[in-house]
């Protein structure tokens, strides 16, 4: 019966445990059924037409699909089954097709603009306003007033991008769960900490096998780039991995070269339906950034200040394998290795030594405690049902009211896509029952605990995965502790694409901070905090290759931003890769590489011709972050509750409800700097 379909099922949250594949197909036809009639019935025109009689029953009806149709995506990224991939694939083109009507629909779009040039709209709120013109710009981008023939086409477009787009993902999750590499002889193994060892061991036990199983999720290949010493293993895992979901492959059937030319096809179509140049200005329009122009001007400045840097990081690096290794013609399945034997020479520490003093347990509650301290809140271990018995559920409150309530699912799996997220289960807004209250998924994939002879050993993190941790909890936060109730402009909703990852950027700083370190550490086997001696080493090492890492960012946020202009040309994605990397990198990867064949980011994500959000939020993240370096001198640590409060207030609590730079400027009280980012990065000499 429909009123037993648990996606159907609103009055709290979701209920994983009853969900099912067969589920999916039913809910959502009948949601779209429910919202296709409350739009027919809000295409009329109205007399007297305000807030509540237009925008709130169309917000009402939409948020329910949204939000079961976000249940069925975070299911089919954490927990991919063929029955609910083979659901999600069929009702995918339905929902797409709904999202691209509303878009299209010009009897909408002429009521957002009734209501615009109505004497009420003088009356609402900055966020209600700001709502309507985004609905104004986005009806616009949506092909609302294209001709009949044009968003016939348009749509067919939209459909056939969503389909392409998961087709990438699902062909790079499923090149990367297929690659197995067995290694019998543990000598070949050597280098390799025992912690590494014992999850490769474990997971050959899992096949049924003996000895030591890798895969390409990251928490196993990349241990063997980092600490392997022998070359050849290297080169093996490192091919593999650069080759998946390509031409070059293991399965020609995975192999997402056409889908990348066919992706960038029909992008480059929908910006000429819409009248746009090419792409990049279509994705420039809801942003900070104006141009393209604008935006390969900055990374090229950042590319030019970081490159004497990066030259200096190579040469050093060339020199230490020579002289260490006999290296003399360093490849990419060097690099990883030979950085982490320098580093540990240069500052007499290796990563596997820092894992040491970062246990799960200690790390989350750390973490819990910047969050605590920052924002006066308290957060507590709290129950519902999960997509998996890994997962954890929290909730945040103030002043003993629920604020919100947060997934925490950290584990790599067979079944969850690499990477990490997080997303929203459920948006802050007011209902008639009152204040909704916001739910979010925060997603990782760390190396899960072991049993070691009988003895459960908790998870212990990398600081690069403490980082990640803090990076995903900022996103976290911004959706957590919003305070405006209209969900368009909730939390990161209607937040400009380019200025979404300053609360997340902002958050990896407390990572290196000593009051904090002290609060999150203790090593797995003594339970003593991080050494001074220790973390004092961490700092020296803190820009190590930071020129090298920015180059690499710089190289991903140029490539994609041409791929998607139409000053391209007719560049093949492999000359425009190349281009970019003989303009800007120091390092050239072989030329099997094929990275781009899993750039979920730009092919499957949001970020197409938008990856350089992470830079340019960065420069918006460091320059906030200073405000707290500040108070650190006053106050004697940067977790200062006065700019705490600030940065909640003004950045954090009003989401999207006005623009970025406004939000900036409030808390920082100024234009932000790119002086405290190249300081940060050591790059400011």
């Known amino acids: 019966m429909m009123q037993e379909n648990p996606l159907l099922d609103f009055s709290d949250l979701p209920r994983f ?36 009689n237009f925008v709130t029953p169309l917000e ?52 957002y603009k009734a209501l615009a040039a109505s004497p009420k709209y003088a009356d609402l709120s900055p966020a209600r306003k700001k709502i309507i013109n985004n609905a104004l710009r986005d009806f616009k981008l ?75 999720h990251f928490p196993s290949y990349f241990p063997v780039l980092q600490y392997a010493e022998n070359r050849a293993l290297r080169e093996t895992i490192y091919r593999a991995n650069a080759t998946k979901a390509s031409e070059l492959g293991s399965n020609p059937e995975w192999d997402n070269s056409g889908l990348i030319d066919d992706i960038l096809r029909l992008r480059q179509e929908e910006a000429q339906l819409l009248g746009y140049r090419d792409f990049a200005e279509v994705s420039l329009v809801p942003k900070m950034a104006e141009s393209a122009e604008q935006v390969e001007a900055f990374l090229l400045d950042l590319a030019n200040k970081a490159k004497p840097f990066a030259e200096k990081d190579l040469q050093e690096l060339r020199q230490f394998a020579k002289e260490q290794f006999g290296i003399d013609d360093l490849q990419a399945w060097d690099t990883t290795f030979v950085s982490e034997k320098l580093r540990e020479q240069r500052y007499a520490f290796s990563e596997q030594e820092v894992k040491q003093y970062f246990p799960e347990p200690k790390v989350v509650a750390g973490l819990f405690h910047v969050i605590e301290t920052l924002f006066a809140v308290n957060i507590q271990a709290d129950q519902a049902a ?8 929290f909730r945040v409150e103030r002043n003993g009211q629920l604020v919100g309530q947060f997934y925490l699912d950290l584990y790599a799996r067979a079944a969850k896509q690499g990477g990490a997220w997080m997303d929203d289960a459920r948006a802050r807004c007011k209902k008639e029952s009152g204040i909704q209250t916001p739910v979010v998924y925060l997603t990782c994939n760390f190396n899960a605990p072991v049993v070691v002879d009988g003895v459960a050993k908790p998870a212990s993190f990398t600081h690069d995965e403490v980082i990640t941790l803090f990076h995903e909890f900022g996103h976290g936060l911004h959706q957590l502790l919003t305070k405006v109730d209209d969900i368009s402009v909730s939390g990161i909703s209607g937040v400009e694409w380019d200025a979404v990852e300053l609360p997340s950027q902002f958050m990896e700083n407390f990572c290196w901070e000593w009051d904090v370190l002290q609060n999150m550490t203790s090593h797995i086997e003594t339970g003593q905090s991080l050494p001074r001696a220790l973390y004092d080493k961490m ?35 492999a ?46 993240s460091a320059d906030a972050y200073s405000a707290f370096e500040e108070a650190a001198k006053l106050e004697g640590s940067s977790l200062s509750r006065t700019t705490g409060h600030q940065f909640q207030t003004e950045i954090l609590e009003v989401g999207g409800s006005r623009p970025a730079l406004e939000s900036f400027v409030a808390f920082r009280g100024r234009k932000p700097a790119i002086e405290a980012l190249l300081r940060h990065n050591g790059m400011n000499n």
């Open 17 to 52: 445990e009853a969900i099912e594949a067969g589920h999916v197909a039913p809910a959502i036809d009948e949601l779209l059924a429910q919202a296709r009639t409350t739009v027919s019935q809000l295409e009329a025109p109205i007399a007297d037409i305000d807030w509540d």
């Open 60 to 111: 009402l009806v939409t948020e329910k699909l949204g939000r079961a149709w976000g249940i069925v995506s975070h299911l089919n990224s954490v927990k991919d089954t063929p029955e609910l991939r083979a659901a999600y694939n069929e009702v995918q083109p339905k929902v797409t097709e709904f999202w691209t009507a509303i878009g299209q629909n010009l009897q909408l779009y002429q009521n």
């Open 142 to 216: 949506g092909g609302a007033e294209l001709s009949d023939d044009k968003k016939k086409r348009y749509a067919e477009v939209q459909e056939k991008l969503a389909a392409l787009s998961t087709r990438f993902s699902e062909n790079v999750l499923d090149a990367t769960n297929d690659y197995k590499l067995l290694i019998s002889d543990v000598t070949e193994l050597k280098g390799l900490p025992e912690d590494v060892l014992q999850a490769a061991r474990h997971a050959a036990e899992q096949d049924e096998k003996q000895g030591y199983q890798f895969n390409l």
């Open 386 to 393: 999960t997509w998996h018995p890994d997962v954890k559920f």
């Open 539 to 573: 700092i020296a090492a803190k820009n190590f290759q930071a020129g090298l890492q920015t180059l690499r960012q710089v190289e991903f946020a140029l490539f994609d931003m041409r791929l998607h202009a139409a000053s391209n040309g007719n560049h093949t994605v």
């Open 575 to 620: 000359a425009t890769l190349q281009e970019v990397r003989d303009q800007v990198s120091v390092i050239q990867p072989p030329v099997f590489n094929r990275f781009q064949h899993s750039f979920g980011h730009i092919f499957a994500g949001g970020y197409a011709a938008g990856y350089f959000s992470y830079k340019w939020a960065e420069v918006l």
